[in-house]
């Protein structure tokens, strides 16, 4: 029996590459706090290149900078984790000094319905976080607000194709964000209990450019049998203009029904 499911498409007014599987419903909320937290400096170089526009100090330009030459570094070693439960005064509890890991409330990445808090929210709460183990002075709450109105103006425009065979859910999300004039995109796939980020092998599979350069449209489910489901799209770029494309994403799963992390197959095939 198969599944032809209609692309959703939809625009939040607000503004991967996490290569690990966020565990906890579905996780999608904290895979977007991974990719934020690995991406951090392409958020935050637009107020450097224009800090009058964000409104900075020179105290604030010169701990943004330090912040920024020592991703690489906290990306590194900084774990993050998440727990259930709340914290009155503050989402996350970390200890002010460079690499410090960071635990996240997940009451404050999702909604009382369990829809995920815009991305600026999730942006501005990775920001907090990382710009204290640099900022050793300034008050936490007031680095929050301040993160809130910073990336007030985040936008994101996500595509989702999605099946449900025998209750079960299987999605595909594709996302591109836009902030301060800078264009960033990721892909991910999730099953009923978790999600993952198919960056690595989406931008593997491209013919040329990277992900952010292409649009895939026309977005397709099929439920295989038990064992597998598929997913299509076609997609099209400025850097390719001579050449027709599908997106073949092959996705096997175990006995439980749940996908086979290691076993997700990503092609772009000539469509004739």
């Not at 404050?108 to 369990?114: D, E, I, K």
């Not at 004039?181 to 990721?186: D, F, I, M, P, Q």
Request: a negative charge.
């Amino acid at each position: 029996m198969k599944f032809l499911i209609a692309s959703l498409i939809f625009f939040v007014p607000e503004f991967v590459f996490a290569q690990s599987i966020v565990k906890n419903g579905g996780g999608l909320a904290e895979m977007e706090f991974i990719y934020y937290h690995q991406n951090l400096p392409a958020y935050i170089r637009p107020c450097l290149i224009r800090p009058t526009d964000c409104g900075l100090s020179e105290r604030e330009v010169s701990i943004w900078r330090d912040l920024t030459e020592r991703h690489d570094e906290e990306v590194q070693s900084v774990q993050i984790d998440f727990v259930h439960g709340d914290k009155a005064d503050l989402p996350f509890v970390t200890s002010r000094r460079l690499g410090a890991n960071v635990t996240v409330f997940t009451s404050a990445l999702y909604q009382v319905n369990g829809e995920v808090r815009p991305p600026s929210e999730i942006l501005a709460i990775v920001f907090a976080a990382r710009l204290s183990h640099v900022d050793h002075t300034s008050d936490l709450q007031g680095l929050l607000a301040q993160a809130r109105r910073w990336f007030k103006n985040l936008s994101v425009l996500k595509t989702s194709i999605q099946l449900y065979p025998a209750n079960a859910l299987y999605a595909v999300h594709h996302y591109v964000y836009e902030y301060q004039g800078s264009r960033l995109a990721t892909m991910a796939v999730e099953d009923s209990s978790a999600s993952k980020s198919l960056d690595e092998l989406v931008t593997n599979a491209l013919p040329c450019g990277t992900i952010v350069d292409w649009k895939f449209e026309g977005w397709k489910g099929n439920w295989i049998d038990e064992s597998e489901i598929s997913f299509q799209a076609e997609p099209s770029a400025a850097c390719n203009t001579e050449s027709r494309y599908l997106l073949f994403i092959h996705i096997k799963l175990d006995r439980q029904g749940s996908i086979d992390w290691s076993q997700i197959e990503v092609a772009f095939k000539p469509n004739f």
